[in-house]
């Protein structure tokens, strides 16, 4: 069944607390209504952050597209010529590391210029070379368009199957990136600019992924799928039920009248019960033990070993 309509949802908040009901809410021009209109959208954005709700997780996957180019490199600029190619490179941002026989460590395209056939480093190359084999890996991502919040332990890689690392602190990142002895075959991430951002460059392309929390929490009319963080239209629907939606807006009008709290206790047993049908939850074992994994003495032979 599907979820009560904000015209719904705002008639039904009305007629409880003996207000006139409207008719329409986005359109209307009376002041409380407008005020409902706005505490409405305030009480499910507040909600949308107090967990993870299992309708606004996204599972998101993403490649890491590397290029292997040649190139003339000059120890007097940090600007690389007789490229073979710039495919692909792009600088705006600064998405991609360069690694190389000369290229110093952490360095990063800084512009492209397909038709000369140059590009612009961030650091001065310390060999000069020509037709230097050099490797462009995108390692900065950008995020989607309506992420809110990662989820712990969800970082990936899927091609090697390990687990990504972080996310890092400043202090940690920046000792990877500086120090002399910082890379291994695991990948290290962090969030830094709005970017998700890996080290080291791999060189080569994965497939990388992680869960995350959308900030989207309303469905546009008849439509299955979150593609709002407000209420636009009348029948817009939402992801919380509606008995939650009808008491945070009651409690939110009368606290933003002036009043004592007034429906809190109703409010948040409806939405400690919200949290606890949303998903389930695990048993939990007072004697927890790790499970053999691969190898155990419950699958191998007691004898003949190799046979």
Known sequence: MANATLLQLVNAA???????????????????????????????????????????TVAYTFTTPTYTYTADLSTSSTTITSMSSTTGLTTNPTYFQVTGVGVPNDTYLVSVNGGASTAVLTNTPTVAGTAVSLTFSQVRFAMPSDFDRLIDRTDWDKTQHW?????????????????????????????????????????????????????????ATSSTTLSKETFTVDTDTCM???????????????????????????????????????????NLSYAPRPSNILIGFENIPDANYGS
């Open 240 to 282: 919380f039920p509606d008995r939650l939606m009808v008491l945070a807006l009651k409690r939110a009008y009368f606290k933003a009248k002036g009043f004592e709290p007034v429906f809190d206790m109703e409010y948040r047993m409806e939405l400690d019960n919200a949290k606890a049908f949303d998903q389930g939850s695990p």
């Open 14 to 56: 009305q007629g409880e607390m003996g207000l006139a009901v409207s008719s329409t809410v986005i359109a209307n021009t009376a002041a409380d209504v407008i005020q409902l209109k706005y505490l409405i959208n305030a009480c499910g954005q507040e909600i949308r952050r107090q967990m993870q709700w299992q309708a606004a």
């Open 163 to 219: 687990e990504m690392l972080g996310p890092e602190t400043a202090q940690q990142w920046q000792w990877l990136k500086s120090s002399y002895i910082s890379t291994g075959p695991r990948v290290r991430f962090r969030v830094l600019g709005n970017l998700f951002q890996i080290w080291p460059a791999l060189g080569a392309q994965h497939t990388l992924g992680w869960e995350y929390q959308s900030k989207y929490w309303i469905h």
